[in-house]
């Protein structure tokens, strides 16, 4: 009887957390800005591309040299792999045929392959994923930025230049970017999962968390300060560094950074 309360329980508390996530369907990633741009030394041109494909349970996702990735979670069982390729060249006919030199992978991982790129000439591919909320992440980029949201599972992603945004996850999160900010939207009453667990070296942290959450907090900066906008009883450091349960405590959620401020914002 005692294992099946306690069955029922994390069912319950899963359940709940799925229910704070919202069904993503809105395409939001295109070209209106971006086609037949122009500048003193070239053109820029800009196509989208769309690929269904079946869930298998895990993404990976490589950003190359230049391009975010953002992946959303939905209510359907597939995937939608949206593509904005964008170029630049000399005249407007070459900087469209090199985006017809793109090539974009789906198998195994997705990532671009393309010409060579020198300063006159060159390309970069974005993403916009939906993915079923129930889906394992890798997502590494280069220059871009890394977004998140309304999934639940083994998520990790790596960035150098470009932030961070992190909103109604569950599961396990691990990631790290380099130079940008880390925005968190937490949900629910606590983190359901193991962990969550990302740090940005040169950028702010900026978390929302509900009025009622339970977890084990921790935050910190080198160069910048630790604010809140509610009251808490720290049982750690204050100051630049604050470690502390919120509620009843729970599992570990952790956003640090080196050189930029925190703020901490309850909402509800």
């Given at each position: 009887?005692?294992?099946?309360?306690?069955?029922?329980a994390?069912?319950?508390?899963?359940?709940?957390?799925?229910?704070?996530?919202?069904?993503?369907?809105?395409?939001?990633?295109?070209?209106?800005?971006?086609?037949?741009?122009?500048?003193?030394?070239?053109?820029?041109?800009?196509?989208?591309?769309?690929?269904?494909?079946?869930?298998?349970?895990?993404?990976?996702?490589?950003?190359?040299a230049?391009?975010?990735?953002s992946?959303?979670?939905?209510?359907?069982?597939?995937?939608?792999?949206?593509?904005?390729?964008?170029?630049?060249?000399?005249?407007?006919?070459?900087?469209?045929?090199?985006?017809?030199?793109?090539?974009?992978?789906?198998?195994?991982?997705?990532?671009?392959?393309?010409?060579?790129?020198?300063?006159?000439?060159?390309?970069?591919?974005?993403?916009?994923?939906?993915?079923?909320?129930?889906?394992?992440?890798?997502?590494?980029?280069?220059?871009?930025?890394?977004?998140?949201?309304?999934?639940?599972?083994?998520?990790?992603?790596?960035?150098?230049?470009?932030?961070?945004?992190?909103?109604?996850?569950?599961?396990?999160?691990?990631?790290?970017?380099?130079?940008?900010?880390?925005?968190?939207?937490?949900?629910?009453?606590?983190?359901?999962?193991?962990?969550?667990?990302?740090?940005?070296?040169?950028?702010?942290?900026?978390?929302?968390i509900?009025?009622n959450?339970s977890?084990?907090?921790?935050?910190?900066?080198?160069?910048?300060?630790?604010?809140?906008?509610?009251?808490?009883?720290?049982?750690?450091?204050?100051?630049?560094?604050?470690?502390?349960?919120?509620?009843?405590?729970?599992?570990?959620?952790?956003?640090?950074?080196?050189?930029?401020?925190?703020?901490?914002?309850?909402?509800?």
């Open positions: 009887m005692r294992l099946t309360i306690i069955a029922m994390a069912l319950s508390a899963g359940l709940t957390a799925q229910a704070q996530m919202q069904d993503n369907s809105e395409r939001s990633l295109s070209c209106d800005r971006q086609d037949r741009g122009r500048n003193d030394r070239s053109v820029n041109y800009c196509e989208m591309k769309e690929q269904s494909l079946a869930a298998t349970g895990q993404l990976t996702v490589d950003g190359g230049n391009g975010g990735v992946v959303k979670g939905w209510l359907r069982n597939d995937v939608l792999v949206r593509m904005q390729i964008q170029t630049n060249a000399p005249s407007y006919e070459e900087a469209r045929g090199l985006a017809g030199q793109v090539f974009v992978s789906t198998g195994g991982q997705i990532r671009a392959s393309g010409p060579p790129t020198d300063r006159d000439r060159n390309w970069s591919v974005s993403y916009e994923v939906f993915v079923p909320q129930r889906t394992d992440l890798n997502l590494k980029v280069h220059n871009g930025g890394v977004a998140i949201a309304d999934i639940r599972g083994n998520l990790q992603f790596d960035a150098v230049n470009g932030g961070a945004s992190l909103k109604r996850l569950a599961g396990t999160v691990k990631g790290h970017t380099v130079n940008g900010g880390l925005s968190v939207e937490l949900t629910g009453d606590r983190w359901d999962g193991t962990e969550f667990d990302a740090a940005t070296t040169n950028g702010g942290v900026s978390m929302s509900p009025a959450y977890a084990r907090l921790e935050t910190s900066t080198v160069n910048g300060n630790v604010n809140l906008d509610f009251p808490v009883t720290v049982t750690g450091k204050i100051g630049r560094e604050l470690t502390l349960n919120l509620g009843n405590g729970g599992p570990l959620v952790r956003a640090v950074t080196t050189n930029g401020g925190v703020s901490i914002k309850r909402r509800g």
